[in-house]
């Protein structure tokens, strides 16, 4: 099962020089918690979360600053191909709650999010590669 078979509804993304309360406006208009910024090209830049914001508020940090300068900009990304279970390796690993999907041009094809996982056709084939035997090949194997 591929990461693409996941993405659904429209990509919503703010463009770099959008501003933290472009930003809130976006994440309360949509229901989501983090938001890609991405360049005019469309690659991702860095995210925004709903935490990223709170923490600046409570900084002092205006809501009309430019968002990317509270956002963060070390992304974590796979491509539509990614295999659904080695994307949850990858969010488990980095202990993070999203990851962008990018295409082979480095442009954002879409956001996952842990709920996007817990569809049951989603949760059976996790349960299904978890009985599987390893593959000792793959790097989280390798330092052992």
């Known amino acids: 099962m591929e990461v693409a078979s996941l993405l659904k509804g429209r990509l919503i993304s703010l463009p770099a020089d959008g501003s933290i309360r472009d930003a ?3 994440m309360a208009e949509h229901n989501v918690g983090l938001l890609p910024i991405v360049d005019k090209d ?3 830049l860095a995210v ?9 508020l409570a900084a002092g940090v205006s809501l009309d ?3 990317l300068q ?3 900009k070390e992304l974590a990304a796979v491509t539509p191909d990614t295999d659904v279970y080695d994307a949850v390796i990858k969010m488990r690993q980095r202990r993070i709650r999203h990851l962008l999907v990018v295409n082979k041009e480095g442009k954002l094809v ?3 999010s842990v709920r996007d996982f817990m569809r049951d056709e989603v949760l059976s084939y996790l349960g299904f590669q978890a009985w599987q035997p390893p593959d000792y090949d793959k790097p989280e194997f390798m330092s052992l």
């Open 48 to 56: 925004l979360s709903e935490r990223d914001v709170v923490k600046a």
């Open 70 to 72: 509270i956002a963060q």
């Open 42 to 44: 469309g690659r991702p």
């Open 110 to 112: 879409g956001v996952l």
């Open 24 to 26: 809130v406006k976006l």
């Open 65 to 67: 600053a430019p968002a």
